[in-house]
T-cell receptor, first 111, second 114 residues
Framework: LAKTTQPISMDSYEGQEVNITCSHN???????ITWYQQFPSQGPRFIIQ???TKVTNEVASLFIPADRKSSTLSLPRVSLSDTAVYYC????????????FGAGTRLFVKA | EAQVTQNPRYLITVTGKKLTVTCSQN?????MSWYRQDPGLGLRQIYY???????DKGDVPEGYKVSRKEKRNFPLILESPSPNQTSLYFC?????????????FGPGTRLLVL
């Protein structure tokens, strides 16, 4: 299973763009990269998923360089309600069927 | 509405008293999983199930049991709970366990073992 590394925490202000980078040096060829958001005392929820280059949806963008050893979640113009923990997950058919969440990145958005 | 439900949401019990936390999904998902979340330790997988009657251990299976007799249900059983099992528990499901899986999480069950 690909191990992921993210910053433990980040601070931002309302209206700013936030970029959270995740390292996954041993990502396998078949692995996709998925990001989840978790609010306190709630279950994680899916934000975005990608395999390579760039993916954008109504919530975020995901940038994946050609070597796929890292990925960057970009949250445009964050608001106070974006304060949460963000998890990067690398999952695929290789390496068994366990799921391993890393420690996540705690984003705190200030007014 | 597509969802994962867990019951109970909150539970206080005493050491050694068997308990079951139920999990049900209405999305016809094959893959289901249980996690526990503790401060500073993130989400850790307890058990998972690839399909009916197919279960396997995650990273922290000690003290827990699971069963998957029906596709929609995946109960978590604590035969003899201990205080170190005090935690926030999440059930999750996904269509399959593969490259593009997206897991859907339940609302969580907060357990206190005295």
């Amino acid at each position: 299973l690909a191990k992921t590394t993210q910053p433990i925490s980040m601070d931002s202000y309302e209206g700013q763009e936030v970029n959270i980078t995740c390292s996954h040096n041993n990502i396998a060829t078949n692995d996709y990269i998925t990001w989840y958001q978790q609010f306190p005392s709630q279950g994680p929820r899916f934000i975005i998923q990608g395999y390579k280059t760039k993916v954008t949806n109504e919530v975020a963008s995901l940038f994946i360089p050609a070597d796929r050893k890292s990925s960057t979640l970009s949250l445009p113009r964050v608001s106070l309600s974006d304060t949460a923990v963000y998890y990067c997950l690398v999952a695929g058919n290789t390496g068994g069927f366990k799921t391993i969440f890393g420690a996540g990145t705690r984003l705190f958005v200030k007014a | 509405e597509a969802q994962v439900t867990q019951n109970p949401r909150y539970l206080i019990t005493v050491t050694g008293k068997k308990l079951t936390v139920t999990c049900s999904q209405n999305m016809n998902h094959e893959y289901m999983s249980w996690y526990r979340q503790d401060p500073g330790l993130g989400l850790r997988q307890i058990y998972y199930s690839m399909n009916v009657e197919v279960t396997d251990k995650g990273d922290v299976p000690e003290g827990y049991k699971v069963s998957r007799k029906e596709k929609r249900n995946f109960p978590l059983i604590l035969e003899s709970p201990s205080p170190n099992q005090t935690s926030l528990y999440f059930c999750a499901s996904s269509l399959s366990r593969g490259r593009k899986e997206t897991q859907y999480f339940g609302p969580g069950t907060r357990l206190l073992v005295l």
